[in-house]
């Protein structure tokens, strides 16, 4: 360990990194390079929707390196206009644009709700209302909408047109509309901020505020669609709508991809030449794109996910019942938890690795769990047993700190 703390990298050292490197991956198990196996409740940051080594992932992905990688958005893909029109069947949206990360499917969608006004004869509409702790990405536009000081520091001067809201203020958010706000973008669930959810009935209240003012409604479902609450998108739990929303982690199951959906009336200015990518909806992604829908879509799969996230939740209970010194509370919905603990959750999601349980640190002192949606009661149990060792941990830890 030490040794290698000595090796020096050469990666830009913008992550602290755990001194952990995996060789492979089954299902929801990684493998270091020494053969140590550890459950992956991170699911590399709700990235790896099946698993790891999913057998028809890995099918799709070989048939397509053997057909064509790439060809460029000059030609048609038809894989592409496949998974496009699946997305569309399965949504409220009309039109897809295909990107390869979150942040570009922000960006697409920033462009977008500015676009849609500067068609409709009112270009001074350009500034988007945000909530304070969101996430939508680290690019200078996203980070902007983002608002969080920490990651705007030092890159100069914050880009314009974003104004954010304290979280759950519906008046503070009602006054700061103004003639210039042309769209409302929130996540439906703030995940790096710390899995807090925006209540269904405040949803349906932006939806209706948008409605009111003529301003489009966005959600970032980066981190919280295809699947991840139990629903293929969380908005579908409101019971309402957005008229553009963005999704990336989940879809590709590991392979980057992003995606931008809107509605007709949404994207309607977004005609040829407005926005482009090199990258975006490349025949290898989208190869993946359609097998990741093929199994996530297929009849029952999210109704267990729904059952696991339960089952899972109510295990979290029982183990802040059982160590209510570490946990203060559990939030989430489907298989994006969140564990709320009273010592500081880099320790939390450490005592946890020492476990071989892996886990994401959020916002508001938040441990997330997002094990890859497959996961079986079996995995909940062994979860279970793992985070209720690493609470013991921290108990001992802090009964030694208190005795010195
Ligand atoms: C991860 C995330 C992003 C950014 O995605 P990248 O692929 O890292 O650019 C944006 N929004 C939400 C809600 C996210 O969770």
Redesign the pocket.
């Known amino acids: 360990m030490a040794e290698e703390s000595l090796k020096p990298s050469p990666l830009l050292p913008t992550f602290a990194r755990a001194d952990l490197s995996f060789e492979r991956g089954e299902g929801p198990w990684l493998f270091t390079d020494r053969g140590e196996r550890y459950l992956d409740f991170g699911a590399g940051?709700a990235v790896n929707a099946l698993g790891h080594a999913h057998p028809h992932l890995i099918e799709a992905l070989e048939a397509q390196a053997r057909k064509v990688w790439h060809v460029s958005n000059l030609f048609r893909i038809p894989e592409g206009e496949k998974l496009a029109q699946r997305l569309v069947d399965a949504t409220f949206a009309d039109t897809v644009f295909f990107a390869n990360?979150?942040?570009?499917a922000?960006e697409a969608a920033i462009k977008m709700a500015r676009k849609y006004h500067a068609v409709n004869g009112q270009p001074e509409r350009f500034r988007i209302l945000t909530v304070e702790g969101a996430?939508?990405?680290?690019t200078l536009a996203t980070l902007a909408a983002g608002g969080q000081q920490k990651y705007l520091e030092g890159f100069g001067p914050k880009a314009d047109g974003f104004d954010q809201v304290p979280y759950g203020d519906h008046e503070a958010l009602k006054a700061a509309i103004t003639p210039e706000t042309a769209a409302i973008m929130v996540?439906p669930i703030q995940?790096?901020g710390g899995v807090r959810a925006i209540p269904p009935q405040c949803l349906r209240g932006l939806r209706q505020l948008c409605d009111e003012h003529g301003m489009l409604l966005i959600f970032?479902e980066?981190?919280t669609g295809v699947g991840r609450t139990g629903k293929f998108f969380a908005y579908e739990r409101a019971g309402v709508t957005p008229d553009i929303m963005s999704v990336?982690?989940g879809i590709g199951g590991g392979f980057p991809l992003?995606a931008c959906l809107a509605t007709r009336e949404a994207g309607k200015g977004m005609t040829a030449g407005t926005h482009g990518t090199t990258f975006g909806g490349n025949p290898l992604a989208m190869a993946v794109g359609n097998a990741v829908l093929d199994v996530v879509l297929a009849p029952g799969f999210l109704e267990n996910v729904e059952r696991t996230g339960l089952k899972l939740k109510q295990r979290l209970a029982e183990l802040k019942d059982r160590h209510p010194s570490v946990i203060e509370e559990i939030r989430g919905e489907g298989l994006l938890l969140g564990i709320r603990t009273r010592a500081s959750n880099v320790e939390f999601a450490a005592a946890a690795r020492e476990e071989h349980l892996l886990s994401i640190p959020a916002g508001d002192n938040v441990v997330r769990l997002l094990p890859p949606l497959i996961i079986s009661d079996a995995d909940v149990a062994e979860a279970f047993d793992r985070l209720d060792r690493a609470c013991g941990r921290i108990e001992r830890a802090a009964q030694k700190g208190a005795a010195a």
């Open positions: 940051i990360s979150g942040a570009e922000n996430f939508h990405g680290r996540e995940a790096e970032d980066v981190q990336a982690k992003g």
